[in-house]
């Protein structure tokens, strides 16, 4: 039997996706793997905190060591012959300069993609990011498909040819809100974006709105991320 640690980070209000996957994937394992998830004692955020994050990380002592997301630092506190460590993407890097830039470049991916056995990330698009910005050999990234959650289940309906409804779920960078947009110019449809929008955001679709939109709505219960 092989005990594989999920190390997560300590949960924050409106953060839950990453821990909602991995759930979705201890759920699933074969019975010969015992995955158990560990959540770091301290939230990621400050020097001290992630000092104390990747030092508790040190104590960890099973078979398999797994860096879920976002904490991807404590990867430094591993030994590297069994560690695992999932990138899901390098966007912030992109809206990132200066200083700060290179401190998040060098110790959330370059340092700690060099601390562990192999990286895994969600997307070719995310593997080819991860192989740009570290320098990692192109075998040492594998990508695999998020699952897909038992929740979500299929209630078939008739489809609405005239007016077809779409559904996008968050608005940070990352959902690329703008392109999607754009890409449904001259469609008639009815866009649904859950999630708080920004100013430029709420302005796209009022140029497009008599092609594309029916409504636009925007539900301010969070981005999910």
Known sequence: MTRVAHIQRKPVDGHFSIE?????????????????????????????NRIRNTRFCRRIDHD???VTGDIHYVAMGLPKDRSILTIHDCEILDRLSGLKRWILKRYWYVLPVRSVACV??????????????????????????????PRYQAAPK?????????????????????????ALKGLFCHLRIIGKLTGSQIDSPSRFRHRVFRSFRSHGIGDGE
């Open 64 to 66: 398999v060591l797994h």
């Open 120 to 149: 895994t990330t969600i997307s070719e698009t995310s593997k080819k990011e991860i192989l740009k910005y570290t320098g990692i050999s192109e075998d040492r990234v594998s990508v695999i498909p998020n699952p897909v959650s």
């Open 158 to 182: 008739n489809f609405n040819q005239k007016q077809p409804r779409i559904l996008q779920i968050g608005t940070k960078e990352n959902k690329n809100i703008l392109r999607l947009i754009e």
């Open 20 to 48: 909602g996957l991995f759930s979705t994937l201890r759920a699933a394992l074969p019975q010969a793997v015992v995955a158990e998830e560990i959540v770091v004692p301290e939230i990621s955020k400050g020097i001290g």
